[in-house]
């Protein structure tokens, strides 16, 4: 499976923005699906996953009440929504997929889309 991330631009504090992963061949039911991001200088942060089969959601505390993640099974294509968009939310935003939670979690993931940039300026 290759994923492919969408939708970073540039977007004013307390604008909104969707990215979008679209995936390549079959996604199982048992698959975990998330986001991370990379600021310039930091390590790599995980934001939100969730579980492709049931759709149960998890976010990292520096997003929960603004991010939204979801997926659409028929467009093999999973979302972020955001909302209230910090500048410290600017960073290259990453899809992932692994079939264990821990490991998308913990940025260990099998599989990363290429980036998407996300910069949050007025």
């Known amino acids: 499976v290759q994923l492919q991330a969408s939708g970073g631009g540039l977007v004013q504090p307390g604008g909104s923005l969707r990215l979008s992963c679209a995936a390549s061949?079959?996604?199982?039911?048992?698959?975990?699906m998330g986001w991370s991001r990379q600021a310039p200088g930091k390590e790599r942060e995980w934001v939100a996953a969730?579980?492709?089969?049931?759709?149960?959601?998890y976010y990292a505390e520096s997003v929960k009440g603004r991010f939204t993640i979801s997926r659409d099974k028929a467009e093999n294509t999973v979302y972020l929504q955001m909302l209230s968009l910090k500048p410290e939310d600017t960073a290259i935003y990453y899809c992932?997929?692994?079939?264990?939670?821990?490991?998308?979690?913990?940025?260990?993931?099998?599989?990363w889309g290429q980036g998407t940039l996300v910069t949050v300026s007025s």
């Open positions: 992932t997929k692994d079939s264990d939670w821990a490991k998308v979690v913990t940025n260990k993931a099998d599989t």
């Open positions: 061949g079959r996604i199982f039911s048992s698959a975990v």
């Open positions: 969730i579980r492709w089969g049931v759709g149960n959601t």
